[in-house]
């Protein structure tokens, strides 16, 4: 992916591309909605092309790609005369996502509390076992990063691909607001905990329990994420 070397200041200076499995189109998607989600491109701020290209070390092509990608996504709008931006949430918006995460994700714990055989579940619990180790990092973008991987296990697992889908979908903007939740003091340790108990409760195949479980960790998540947000537009979830 591409990681955003920050000084001392914590501003974004440049970025680096490392050659790993992923297509490089991938790559830099990644790394520029990670550089969003991370607050290195504010709500609201244009996106150049051209520092773009700069930055990353690809062509200006790759980047084009990249950009329609999270357009598409919602988490640029493209203006005209002004070109792309960092789309801006309200906090409307917000909860409206918090409130669709808290449904679909639910229902996704309870897919695999039910459905999934006994590998999937454990891929899943051992997920959780590096999120665990992740979260004790000083580096935000590893943390953000095995919250996601997390997450795309957990989809995998339900194997349902609308449920799926409609997450992926979201999945740019709900990172945004999943940074600003895991900003929050002390919403790591509880974070933690909480989706311990949705692997407790999927590892005893009790889906009314993994629901809820999810329902009260999205909720939390909310609360700490939209206690953080700026109208109007949160930096990062």
Same mark, same amino acid.
Request: proline share 3%; glycine share 6%; charged share 25%.
């Given at each position: 992916?591409?990681?955003?070397?920050?000084?001392?200041?914590?501003?974004?200076?440049?970025?680096?591309?490392?050659?790993?499995?992923?297509?490089?189109?991938?790559?830099? %998607?990644?790394?520029?909605?990670?550089?969003?989600?991370?607050?290195?491109?504010?709500?609201?701020?244009?996106?150049?092309?051209?520092?773009?290209?700069?930055?990353?070390?690809?062509?200006?092509?790759?980047?084009?790609?990249?950009?329609?990608?999270?357009? %598409?996504?919602?988490?640029?709008?493209?203006?005209?005369?002004?070109?792309?931006?960092? %789309?801006?949430?309200? @906090?409307?918006?917000?909860?409206?996502?918090? @409130?669709?995460?808290?449904?679909?994700?639910?229902?996704?714990?309870?897919?695999?509390?039910?459905?999934?055989?006994?590998?999937?579940?454990?891929?899943?619990?051992?997920?959780?076992?590096?999120?665990?180790?992740?979260?004790?990092?000083?580096?935000?973008?590893?943390?953000?990063?095995?919250?996601?991987?997390?997450?795309?296990?957990?989809?995998?697992?339900?194997?349902?691909?609308?449920?799926?889908?409609?997450?992926?979908?979201?999945?740019?903007?709900?990172?945004?607001?999943?940074?600003?939740?895991?900003?929050?003091?002390?919403?790591?340790?509880?974070?933690?905990?909480?989706?311990?108990?949705?692997?407790?409760?999927?590892?005893?195949?009790?889906?009314?329990?993994?629901?809820?479980?999810? %329902?009260?960790?999205?909720?939390?998540?909310?609360?700490?994420?939209?206690?953080?947000?700026?109208?109007?537009?949160?930096?990062?979830?």
């Amino acid at each position: 992916m591409l990681k955003a070397d920050v000084d001392k200041a914590g501003v974004n200076v440049t970025f680096l591309v490392e050659r790993v499995a992923a297509p490089l189109r991938q790559q830099v %998607t990644d790394s520029i909605r990670n550089a969003i989600a991370l607050g290195h491109f504010k709500p609201g701020q244009r996106l150049r092309e051209r520092e773009l290209c700069e930055m990353a070390g690809v062509s200006r092509t790759l980047v084009r790609e990249s950009l329609r990608q999270l357009e %598409t996504e919602g988490l640029i709008e493209v203006h005209a005369n002004r070109g792309p931006m960092v %789309t801006k949430l309200s @906090r409307k918006q917000a909860e409206d996502i918090y @409130r669709v995460r808290s449904l679909l994700e639910g229902l996704a714990a309870e897919l695999v509390a039910t459905e999934a055989d006994d590998a999937a579940v454990a891929g899943l619990a051992a997920a959780f076992d590096q999120l665990r180790v992740a979260m004790q990092s000083a580096d935000v973008l590893d943390r953000l990063v095995a919250k996601n991987h997390f997450y795309d296990v957990l989809i995998k697992a339900a194997d349902n691909q609308a449920v799926g889908d409609t997450l992926r979908m979201l999945n740019s903007r709900i990172t945004l607001l999943r940074s600003a939740s895991l900003s929050a003091p002390g919403r790591t340790e509880h974070s933690l905990a909480e989706l311990g108990a949705v692997i407790d409760a999927i590892k005893r195949r009790d889906a009314p329990a993994a629901r809820e479980a999810v %329902t009260l960790h999205v909720r939390n998540a909310a609360i700490a994420a939209l206690g953080r947000l700026e109208e109007p537009a949160p930096d990062a979830s």
